[in-house]
């Protein structure tokens, strides 16, 4: 061809690579994830959510209640958790009479436990606690009562009636259970039987 003096370049062809190059010079490879690796992640994914569907439960249960009753709940659950990471037996006291709560443990000797009953803590704004139900001895207004969480991961069965302001509340301690439950209203032993 004659002429203008132009040419034009003639492009070769290449061979495909399985392993190209990206724009930032990453390799791009175009095999996709393995099944195993797949699985692995559904594995990771499944755990992760199994721990949470327990927060989000308690989140969803304490949502209607005040900080106050929240405070309880959240209170009774640390203790139930200490008792096992502590090894150690401890003892809630709920004083209906006066609104005080104290905790002692049984490594607490005599003046330690007046130190605990001295600096007994008042139950906060307009929560006041009606009384403690336990299965097997009733209910008793005003006396003292106690709640023993123990070393072994369970703890007494009772039920806290405490109201704050109109609103009468239920929480309920199980056994062998680690959550505390809410009952929107007041319920008590009588009424399941």
Known sequence: MGGTGSS????KPQKYKNNLKGCWGFRINHSGFTFIELMVVVGIF???LMFSIPLFRQIH???NASDHVSGLIFLLEDLKLRAVVENKKFTLYMDSGSEKIYVTDDTMDED???VA???GVSLNGDLQLLNLEFPDDGTRAGDDKSICFFSKGYSDRVLI???EESREMTIQICMFQKTVHLI???VSYDDCI
Do not use: F
């Not at 034009?8 to 492009?11: E, F, H, K, R, V």
């Open 8 to 11: 034009i370049p003639i492009l």
């Open 112 to 114: 330690a436990r007046q």
């Open 161 to 163: 009636h405490v109201r």
């Open 184 to 186: 929107e209203r007041y």
């Open 117 to 119: 009953l001295n600096n």
């Open 46 to 48: 499944t755990i992760v």
């Open 61 to 63: 249960l304490t949502s």
